[in-house]
């Protein structure tokens, strides 16, 4: 069995997001999305207001990743971004990290097949699926 490497696309969303601006930031994240499997984090450390058009862009972007199988997460939301997801109820389509490192490190770890998945109760150790006697 062989793995393909990942590449991570870490891109700085804008201080600003208007229709224009959302616009142009699709053009340029264009490359990176129109892969197998793009696996983009979107920087939102300096985004000022999460309004309207930047949930908008937010979701626009999910949306062409998902087309392919890929997948947005964002990294670095202020207190008030965060709370207006909250609010918008489209928080939860994202995973959300504190830091761009550990968005673009849950890109890279890969799950393990559920049968090598390992569940350790007090004192036991089985794998998930077996029946205990």
């Given at each position: 069995?062989?793995?393909?490497?990942?590449?991570?696309?870490?891109?700085?969303?804008?201080?600003?997001?208007?229709?224009?601006?959302?616009?142009?930031?699709?053009?340029?994240?264009?490359?990176?999305?129109?892969?197998?499997?793009?696996?983009?984090?979107?920087?939102?450390?300096?985004?000022?207001?999460?309004?309207l058009?930047?949930?908008?862009?937010?979701?626009?972007?999910?949306e062409?990743?998902?087309?392919?199988?890929?997948?947005?997460?964002?990294?670095?939301?202020?207190?008030?971004t965060?709370?207006?997801?909250?609010?918008?109820?489209?928080i939860?389509?994202?995973?959300?990290?504190?830091?761009?490192?550990d968005?673009?490190?849950?890109?890279?770890?890969?799950?393990?097949?559920?049968?090598?998945?390992?569940?350790?109760?007090?004192?036991?150790?089985?794998?998930?699926?077996?029946?205990?006697?």
């Amino acid at each position: 069995m062989s793995l393909r490497s990942r590449t991570v696309v870490v891109r700085q969303l804008p201080e600003m997001v208007d229709k224009k601006q959302a616009c142009l930031f699709l053009r340029e994240l264009e490359s990176c999305i129109n892969v197998d499997r793009p696996s983009i984090v979107l920087d939102c450390s300096r985004l000022l207001r999460m309004d309207l058009p930047a949930v908008q862009l937010l979701l626009n972007c999910l949306e062409e990743a998902m087309k392919r199988n890929g997948d947005i997460k964002l990294a670095v939301l202020s207190a008030d971004t965060k709370s207006m997801l909250e609010l918008n109820g489209v928080i939860r389509l994202f995973e959300v990290f504190d830091t761009k490192v550990d968005a673009v490190n849950s890109f890279l770890h890969l799950p393990l097949h559920p049968a090598l998945q390992v569940y350790a109760p007090p004192g036991k150790l089985h794998r998930t699926g077996e029946n205990e006697a």
